[in-house]
């Protein structure tokens, strides 16, 4: 085979073989297609798509590139959600699922695109390893319940490889393969229950519902086939969830709302995804496994889950605590509002990209990551401030001069011009 007529036929839109998908990922896992023609490739992958066959080839190939994981637990359950900017719903649901009985085996990422990983996040806390052995993973899972796993040269070195390139390359926006790279991890760490969180909106890979509902539909079909207790559900990425962005500062915000620090938004959603898994793992009807989930986090067992985790995989449990044993940046910047407005909106993925550029991700693939950088959130939609308050902060330690992401963080900003003064008579 070779590679130049596959590109061809996929650019051509003719569909490809089961062999010759797993061909261009045999190849490309084992150095032997360069990373110019597998780029070309998925290139386009991203313009023209691919059948419901041929993502199930890809998914399969990826998936077979390393081991299945055969873990010696009765039922363990995974949740992965498609990627959004402020998601570090993981951090939570993980520890608060493993909390309520349910062991919790995730395989993770690193950021993608505009979007953080659950991966960059965790070795935010200084020693944290995702890169465990099986044995290790399994040791942890049967003493606290809750791992996470990084890809590696023996899970999904596919997914490993192609996901670092279809970061540095633009080639992340696509059905298919976001379909195939997530597909892939879960099916190798082979857990029973699924629980996808496919977002949509601003700040997420799929703009729109109906393009995310898709993705949904064939990431369901994919993961029942395979014999799951599977449910994708499709959730509002339109404004940062949360209110921090970027590696140390989201994990400072999940420690917070583990301790019962916070309500809103960002705890609602990861009650409800918790509860899904409950559900599908048998746990109680609905009422009861959002009870469950409530009460995890209200009585600090979910946190203890956490701080366990944290210390089996080789972090300071401490940071669980003493939330300034996080890495903390050396230079800040305050956004500040430059007239009396009312928010309307964001461009989160525009949020996301300033927060890459303060250094919380990676431009070329083998960037080093600022931990402390990205940004926090002072307003939501509908606030009204005056001028002079502040939007958002800005952290960085790698970079001192913030005005190339003020402009764009306050681009990032959809308002109305108001008034606050009002006339004396
Ligand atoms: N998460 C993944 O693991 N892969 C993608 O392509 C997108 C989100």
């Avoid at 308002?415 to 004396?424: G, T, V, W």
């Amino acid at each position: 085979m070779n590679a130049v007529d596959l590109i061809n036929k996929t650019k051509k839109n003719v569909p490809l073989t089961d062999n010759e998908i797993k061909w261009l990922i045999n190849s490309y896992t084992a150095g032997e297609l360069p990373d110019y023609q597998m780029s070309a490739w998925l290139m386009a992958v991203c313009f023209n798509g691919l059948t419901e066959e041929e993502t199930l080839a890809l998914t399969y190939a990826m998936r077979d590139s390393g081991d299945i994981l055969h873990l010696d637990i009765p039922m363990t359950a995974d949740k992965h959600s498609t990627g959004g900017v402020g998601d570090k719903t993981s951090l939570i649901i993980g520890p608060t699922a493993a909390a309520c009985g349910v062991c919790m085996a995730k395989m993770s990422g690193r950021g993608l695109g505009h979007t953080g990983g659950t991966i960059d996040k965790l070795e935010s806390i200084k020693g944290f390893r995702t890169d465990l052995s099986v044995h290790e993973f399994e040791d942890i899972l049967h003493k606290i319940g809750f791992s996470v796993i990084s890809q590696s040269d023996s899970l999904c070195p596919a997914d490993k490889k192609i996901y670092a390139l279809r970061n540095a390359t633009g080639t992340v926006n696509s059905i298919p393969l976001i379909c195939a790279s997530i597909m892939s991890k879960k099916l190798a760490t082979n857990a029973d229950v699924l629980l996808l969180d496919v977002k949509y909106g601003s700040g997420a890979f799929m703009k729109s519902r109906s393009d995310a509902e898709k993705l949904a539909a064939i990431m369901e079909k994919i993961g029942k086939s395979a014999g799951k207790k599977c449910r994708a559900v499709v959730t509002d990425m339109d404004i940062p969830l949360g209110k921090n962005i970027g590696n140390a500062l989201e994990v400072e915000e999940a420690i917070n709302i583990l301790r019962g620090n916070e309500r809103g938004r960002l705890y609602e959603i990861c009650i409800d995804l918790t509860a899904d898994i409950l559900e599908l793992a048998g746990k109680g009807n609905r009422s009861e496994c959002v009870r469950m989930a409530e009460n995890a986090i209200s009585s600090g067992t979910a946190l203890d889950v956490f701080r366990k985790t944290i210390e089996l995989q080789g972090g300071n449990p401490a940071v669980c605590d003493d939330i300034s044993l996080l890495p903390h940046s050396r230079f800040s910047y305050k956004v500040k509002a430059a007239h009396d407005m009312k928010i309307s909106g964001f461009d989160t993925e525009e949020l996301g990209m300033v927060s890459l550029l303060l250094g919380a991700g990676r431009i070329e693939k083998d960037d080093r990551i600022d931990m402390s950088a990205g940004i926090v959130m002072n307003v939501r939609p509908g606030d009204c401030i005056m001028a002079g308050e502040t939007i958002m902060t800005l952290y960085s330690t790698i970079c001192s001069d913030f005005s190339e992401a003020a402009v764009r963080a306050v681009n990032a900003v959809i308002s109305e011009k108001i008034n606050y003064h009002i006339p004396l008579t």
